[in-house]
C-alpha cells in the first residue's frame, strides 16, 4: 500500500540558510499533518492542513511556513536556519480532517543545521 | 492547551512478560486517543486506538484502557516478544483543533 512520501530523507544546512522539506500524501488523502520531532523527544505539531487550506496551528516558528498545494502535496519552508531546528520532521495525512481520522505518518525528514 | 503526560520513559521487560505503559492528559474536551509505535528511523505507526465513548479496546496481544473521568489511559502489552522494542507514544486528539499531542514517550526494551 502506498505510505506518505517526504524528501528529501535528509538535509544538512548552514545557520541562516533556507530549507524546504516536502511531502506527497496517501493518494486520496486530502489533510497534511507537519510534526517536529526534537532528539530524544516527542513530536511537536506545527502545522496542518485541510483541502488546501491551513486548518490548525501549533508551535510553528515564524521564520517557517507552509503551504498545501492543488495536489494535495505539502511544503515546510523554513527560513533563517538556526541550529536548535535540527530536528526530525514527520509529514502526516488523513482522509478527512475530523478527530478520529487516523494520521499515517512518513519517514521524516532529519534537517541538521550546523 | 492540551498537556500529556506519559510513564515510566523507560521499561525493560523480558520476553513473555506483560508491559504496561500510562498516560494523564490535561484537556477534558480531548476524545481520541490513539498510541503509536516509533522503530529507530522510522515515522509514528498507530498501533491502537480508543474513543472517548468506549472505555476499553483490545487487538490481540494489545489493550488500551481509558478512564476519563481521572483523564488517564493505559496500553496493556500481553505476551511480550523481542520485535515489541520499540519507543511508544500515547497522544490526545480532539480537544482543540484535530492535531494531536503527544506523551514523551516510552522506551520499551523486551529482553529475550
Known amino acids: 500500500a502506498a505510505g506518505v512520501i517526504q524528501s528529501p530523507r535528509h538535509l544538512i544546512k548552514e545557520k541562516r540558510e533556507t530549507a524546504t522539506l516536502k511531502c506527497y500524501p496517501i493518494?486520496?488523502?486530502?489533510?497534511v499533518y507537519w510534526y517536529q520531532q526534537g532528539p530524544g523527544q516527542d513530536p511537536q505539531f506545527l502545522i496542518s492542513f485541510y483541502e488546501k487550506m491551513q486548518s490548525d496551528k501549533g508551535s510553528i516558528p515564524d521564520r517557517f511556513s507552509a503551504q498545501q498545494f492543488s495536489d494535495y502535496h505539502s511544503e515546510l519552508n523554513m527560513s533563517s536556519l538556526e541550529l536548535g531546528d535540527s530536528a526530525l520532521y514527520f509529514c502526516a495525512s488523513s482522509w478527512g480532517a475530523g478527530t478520529y481520522n487516523e494520521q499515517f505518518f512518513g519517514p521524516g525528514t532529519r534537517l541538521t543545521v550546523l | 492547551g492540551e498537556n500529556v503526560e506519559q510513564h515510566p520513559s523507560t521499561l525493560s521487560v523480558q520476553e513473555g512478560d506483560s508491559a504496561v505503559i500510562k498516560c494523564t492528559y490535561s484537556?477534558?474536551?480531548?476524545?481520541?486517543f490513539p498510541w503509536y509505535k516509533q522503530e529507530l528511523g522510522k515515522g509514528p505507526q498507530l498501533i491502537i486506538d480508543i474513543r472517548s465513548n468506549v472505555g476499553e479496546k483490545k487487538d490481540q496481544r494489545i489493550a488500551v484502557t481509558l478512564n476519563k473521568t481521572a483523564k488517564h489511559f493505559s496500553l496493556h502489552i500481553t505476551e511480550t516478544q523481542p520485535e515489541d522494542s520499540a519507543v511508544y507514544f500515547c497522544?490526545?486528539?480532539?480537544?482543540?483543533?484535530?492535531?494531536?499531542?503527544f506523551g514523551g514517550g516510552t522506551r520499551l526494551m523486551v529482553k529475550p
Open positions: 484537556d477534558s474536551a480531548s476524545n481520541y
Open positions: 497522544a490526545a486528539g480532539g480537544g482543540a483543533g484535530n492535531m494531536l499531542t
Open positions: 493518494p486520496r488523502h486530502d489533510t
